[in-house]
């Protein structure tokens, strides 16, 4: 039986489920699931990221990770992580660039946070010098300094939407009409955790919870407070939710989130402000990629990488620069927010 016809018939014996649930069972389905079958990264793919974009990415999130490591007096050894790593690209453009940095390399303990069997695989393909520790969950990383990176990995955990009705909210839910797949809403509850969302939003407005967050969020900090570090979470989204902002991608163009359960990818914008509220370690002010990135040099950058490039190639470099820091581009839509340790001061492009 497929996917959606499991769900058809979940839903049928059972009720209505959260949107949480759905994007839980149509990313992570052992069988189906969209991350837990394939590579969805790419121009074959359904999206592609900033780190497939240009190597210049990774390359400057390392160097700002390798700077934070030498102003908290380069610990050693350190845990250098990153939470859903895709191909594995953010990371080699990372080591590669921080080769230069004594001491970072040999003091360094790669572990990828990786839930899906068949990105694991291509991960160790294109790290396959490296020695990286696989886990399945944050609670796993070791108790020491911190180093870490998650490019898009927070867009991926499932939400929950809710709302408004006067003073309460319903919560959005996903049941069946006519046997297919359909939007509704559940009963009027208390959701006592919304309750200082009644203070901006009107009747009818929309917003969104994702339960999965603070839980990573406090174990990444912990281990921040305790031992020292840097964790850098980039994706696009702003500062407290408003608004429906579930959006399903296939063959990267926008889909129907309900009419193809695991064969797109299902997202959603990232609420920064439960970023903040979560962390146990002071966080940096919510900055845009475009001038995080700036600030990092990324054009001094582009201009080294430009001399060696030709025609169709230098055209692409260009194209590729404007695409990761152009406000009409990724530059505004995504933004970068770090947790760091007191015992320095936050990651170079980044403000307390
Ligand atoms: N950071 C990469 C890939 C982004 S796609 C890039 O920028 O190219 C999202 C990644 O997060 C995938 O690797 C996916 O398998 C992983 N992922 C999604 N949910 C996860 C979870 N709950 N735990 C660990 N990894 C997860």
Redesign the pocket.
Known sequence: MTLRNRLISQIRMHGPISVADYMQIA??DPKEGY?ATRD??GAAGDFT????ISQMFGELIGLCLAQSWLDRGAPAPFTLA??????G??MADLLRATRVVPGFYAAAQIHL????PA?RIKQAETLEDEDPVWL??VTALPAQPLFLI????LD??PIRQFLRDDAHWRERQIGLSEDALAFGLGPVQPQPALSFRLEDTQVGDLVEDCP?LAPIIAEVSARIRDHGGVGLFVDYGDWRSLGDTLQALHDHKPADPLAAPGAADLTAHVDFEAVAKAALCPHSRLTPQGVFLERLGIVDRAQRLAEDLQAGVLEAHVAAFRRLTHPDEMGNLFKVMALYSEDAAPPPGLEP
């Open positions: 990313l992570m991350y969805p990264l990221t900033a780190p497939e990153e939470l859903g790593p895709g191909r690209t953010l946070v990786e839930v899906s990105l399945d969950r998650a490019n898009e990995f991926a955990l999965g």
